[in-house]
C-alpha cells in the first residue's frame, strides 16, 4: 500500500472505515441516481447532509483493495435505489450517515463520501455527470467538468485495474 491510510467515519462514530493509499480521483457526481439517493438518506432520521451546497454528491473513489472496516461493520446496512441494481449504498444505521458506494458487478473501486472522511479529506479533481444537475454549477475552484464521465476518469479506473491485477491476493472490501 502506498501511503498511510484515512480514516473514514459516520457522525456518531461508531463505524469506522480505513482507505489507505492514494486515491484514483476526488470527483463531485451530479448523476439522476446519485441525487435521488442522497436525498433519500438525507431524509432519514438524524441523518446528517452529505451533498454539496448546489447537490453534486462529494466522493473520493479508491481501489476496492484499499479499502477496509476497521469497527462497527454489522451496523452497515446496504440500501439500493432499484432492485436489481448493482450499486449498493452503505448507510451506518447508528446515525444514518451515508459512508461509501460499491457495487455487485465485477467494478473494481469504492466510492467513500468525501463528508465522512475524519480530518482533511482527499482534494476534488473534477465534477462529472453534470447534464443532470438540477440547477447550473458554479465551479469556483475551477475543476474539470463533464457532462458525462471524463476521459480522465475512465483512463484512471483502467490504470487502477491493472495494478490491481498485478497484486497477489483479494479484491479486498468485505463488508457481508
Known amino acids: 500500500?502506498?501511503?498511510?491510510?484515512?480514516?473514514?467515519?459516520c457522525v456518531c462514530g461508531a463505524v469506522?472505515?480505513?482507505a489507505l493509499g492514494r486515491p484514483i480521483a476526488g470527483v463531485v457526481c451530479y448523476c439522476r441516481d446519485c441525487q435521488a439517493a442522497a436525498q433519500l438518506i438525507e431524509a432519514m432520521p438524524d441523518a446528517s447532509p452529505f451533498r454539496a451546497s448546489?447537490?453534486?454528491?462529494p466522493m473520493i473513489i479508491y481501489r476496492k483493495d484499499r479499502i477496509r472496516c476497521r469497527s462497527g461493520s454489522e451496523r452497515l446496512q446496504k440500501l439500493k435505489l432499484r432492485q436489481g441494481s448493482p450499486t449498493n449504498r452503505w448507510v451506518a444505521t447508528c446515525c444514518n450517515s451515508a459512508m461509501i458506494v460499491n457495487f455487485d458487478d465485477a467494478k473494481h473501486w469504492v466510492d467513500v463520501f468525501r463528508a465522512r472522511f475524519a480530518?482533511?479529506?482527499?482534494?476534488?479533481?473534477m465534477r462529472v455527470c453534470t447534464r443532470s444537475a438540477a440547477s447550473p454549477i458554479?465551479?469556483?475552484?475551477?475543476?474539470?467538468?463533464?457532462?458525462?464521465?471524463?476521459?480522465?476518469?475512465?483512463?484512471r479506473?483502467?490504470?487502477?485495474?491493472l495494478a490491481m491485477a498485478f497484486r497477489p491476493g483479494g479484491d479486498g472490501l468485505s463488508l457481508r
Not at 480530518?119 to 479533481?125: D, N
Request: zero cysteines; proline letters at 11%; aromatic letters at 2%.
Open 119 to 125: 480530518g482533511s479529506p482527499p482534494p476534488l479533481e
Open 54 to 57: 448546489d447537490g453534486g454528491t
Open 16 to 18: 469506522e472505515i480505513e
Open 138 to 155: 458554479a465551479n469556483p475552484e475551477g475543476l474539470e467538468t463533464t457532462r458525462g464521465y471524463s476521459a480522465r476518469l475512465v483512463a
Open 157 to 161: 479506473l483502467l490504470l487502477a485495474r
Open 1 to 9: 500500500m502506498n501511503g498511510p491510510g484515512m480514516i473514514v467515519r
